[in-house]
C-alpha cells in the first residue's frame, strides 16, 4: 500500500490540533453541579461519541486526499510471430527421384514433404520449428488449391503435409505457381478477417508475412503471370522465398551460381529480389536442408519482455468509511443523543 501524496498526511495532527475543543457540543453554564451530584448521567455519558465520529471523518477525509494505492509490477513474454504461406508443386515432374542423405533415391515429391515437415516441426537439430508462426498450405499443378487455411493447429498440418500426393491427372497437370502466389499474397493480405480460438496468438502480434514457393518448373498454368503475383505481394508487404528443385548443380554451400541459371530461375530470382526474399536452388536432400536451414534463420519470432505497473485506487475505501461515519453521527445528533442549548 502506498500513498500518492503523502503529505496529505501530514495535515492530520495539524488539523486535529486546530480543532481542539471546537467541537464541543453547546451546553448551559451553572455555577455548581453539586445539586445534580447524585443524579444518573444517562445518555449525556454518550455524547462524546458524534465528536469523535466527526473527529474520525476529518482524519479519513485525509486519507482518502492522500489517494492511497496498491500497485503490482508483473511481466509477460510476448511472441511476435510470422505469417508463412508454404507453396508445394505437385506437377507430375515432382514424381522425379533425387537423393536423401543416405544415397537413396526418393521423388521430389517425397523429399519435399519431408522438408516441409521438418520445417514445420522441427528436426531437433537445425531445424527448430515454428511453433509460434500462423502457417498455411497452398498447392498447385495446373490449378492452386488451399489444402490447409493459415492455422495455428500444426497437428492436423503436418498430416496435411503428409498427404499431398502428385497431380497423376493429365487435364490438371501443369505448373501455376503465378496463381499460387497471388492465392497466397490474397491469404496473407485478409488475415485480419480470419477468427481463430480464445487462446491462440493474437493476430495483432504478426509482425511479417512471408511466402515460401517450392517449385520444379516453369509457370505454363494458371490466370496470373508469376511476375503480376509478385507484384501484388510486395504490395501487400510480402516477402516471397523462392526454391527451385531440379536438376541444376549448385555449390557446396547450397547457393545458387548466378551464371547457371535458367530463364525460369531468373524469373524466380527477381521475384524474390522484388519482394525482399532470397532465392536458391537446390537438387537433392542435402541442398534444399540447407535452404530451408537458411530460411528459418532468416525468418525467427522475436519474443519481448514486456513489463506492467498494475494500479489499484483505494480512495474510495476511507471515502466510504467518512461517509457512514458522518451519517451515523448526524442520526444519534438527530435522535438518542439529540440535545437541545
Avoid at 520444379?216 to 503475383?229: T, V
Wanted: glycine share 8%; hydrophobic share 45%; net charge negative.
Amino acid at each position: 500500500m502506498s500513498f500518492l501524496y503523502l503529505w496529505v498526511l501530514l495535515l492530520i495532527p495539524v488539523v486535529l490540533f486546530a480543532l481542539r475543543g471546537r467541537l464541543r457540543r453547546t451546553s448551559l453554564q451553572v455555577a455548581s453541579l453539586g445539586l445534580w451530584s447524585d443524579a444518573d448521567a444517562g445518555r449525556a455519558r454518550y455524547l462524546w461519541i458524534p465528536v469523535c465520529l466527526r473527529r474520525l471523518v476529518l482524519v479519513l477525509l485525509l486519507v482518502a486526499l492522500a489517494r492511497p494505492q496498491a500497485g503490482s509490477t508483473y511481466s509477460i513474454d510476448v511472441a511476435e510471430g510470422i505469417a508463412i504461406q508454404l507453396l508445394v508443386d505437385v506437377s507430375s515432374s515432382m514424381d522425379m527421384n533425387v537423393r536423401n542423405l543416405e544415397g537413396k533415391n526418393l521423388s521430389r515429391m517425397e523429399v519435399a514433404k519431408e522438408m516441409v515437415q521438418r520445417f514445420i516441426a522441427g528436426d531437433g537439430e537445425t531445424l527448430h520449428g515454428r511453433g509460434q508462426d500462423l502457417l498455411g498450405l497452398i498447392t498447385f499443378a495446373r490449378y492452386a488449391d488451399t489444402r490447409s487455411p493459415l492455422t495455428f493447429g500444426h497437428d492436423a498440418l503436418l498430416q496435411i503435409v503428409s498427404s499431398l500426393e502428385v497431380q497423376e491427372r493429365p487435364n490438371e497437370d501443369g505448373t501455376a505457381y503465378g496463381d499460387a502466389l497471388a492465392l497466397a499474397a490474397a491469404r496473407l493480405q485478409n488475415i485480419e478477417e480470419l477468427q481463430f480460438g480464445q487462446g491462440s496468438v493474437d493476430v495483432d502480434s504478426i509482425q511479417s508475412r512471408v511466402i515460401i514457393l517450392l517449385t520444379d518448373g516453369e509457370n505454363n498454368s494458371g490466370a496470373h503471370l508469376p511476375l503480376e503475383a509478385a507484384g501484388l505481394a510486395k504490395q501487400w508487404g510480402c516477402r516471397i522465398y523462392c526454391i527451385s528443385l531440379g536438376d541444376t548443380n549448385v555449390g557446396s554451400s547450397g547457393k545458387m551460381q548466378i551464371e547457371k541459371l535458367t530463364a525460369t530461375e531468373q524469373t524466380l530470382k527477381y521475384i524474390s529480389d522484388q519482394t525482399g526474399g532470397i532465392f536458391r536452388q537446390a537438387t537433392d536432400f542435402e541442398s534444399l536442408l540447407s535452404v530451408y536451414e537458411e530460411i528459418d534463420q532468416l525468418e525467427r519470432s522475436e519474443i519481448a519482455t514486456r513489463s506492467y505497473d498494475r494500479v489499484a485506487e483505494w480512495f474510495w475505501l476511507p471515502l466510504s468509511v467518512a461517509m457512514l461515519c458522518l451519517l451515523v453521527a448526524l442520526i444519534l445528533e438527530a435522535s438518542v443523543l439529540r440535545v437541545v442549548p
